[in-house]
């Protein structure tokens, strides 16, 4: 089992900037990657960044050149680091650790709420 927990979301601006924080606890070396997803009410949960053991990072289209995901210094917490946040970015913002390829290891954590007002 690997737990998930996420944290650093709020209230911003347009414009503004935050940083989440996903720390990973448990078997992590069971995972291979760890991503950040957001859902927005009404909509499908969707991938913005993901970044893997190696370092193989990805980024959703919307928000290239804005965001950007990282990992600290233990290799069990990963930012997401959100500059010149949008309306458009509010949504549930989740963290997934998993294994590209064994699908049953996968774990959310609960969620944080990021709300970006005009």
């Known amino acids: 089992q690997v737990q998930v927990v996420e944290s650093g979301g709020g209230l911003v601006q347009a414009g503004g900037s935050l940083r989440l924080s996903c720390a990973t606890a448990?078997?992590?070396?069971?995972?291979?990657?760890i991503g950040w997803f957001r859902q927005a009410p009404g909509k499908e949960r969707e991938l913005v960044a993901s970044i893997s053991s190696v370092g193989t990072i990805n980024y959703a289209e919307a928000v290239k050149g804005r965001f950007t995901i990282s990992r600290g210094n233990t290799k069990n917490t990963v930012y997401l680091q959100m500059n010149s946040l949008k309306p458009d970015d509010t949504a549930i913002y989740y963290c997934?650790?998993?294994?590209?390829?064994?699908?049953?290891?996968?774990?959310w954590g609960q969620g944080t709420q990021v709300t970006v007002s005009s």
């Open positions: 448990g078997n992590t070396l069971s995972i291979n990657a």
């Open positions: 997934r650790a998993y294994h590209t390829v064994f699908v049953k290891l996968n774990y």
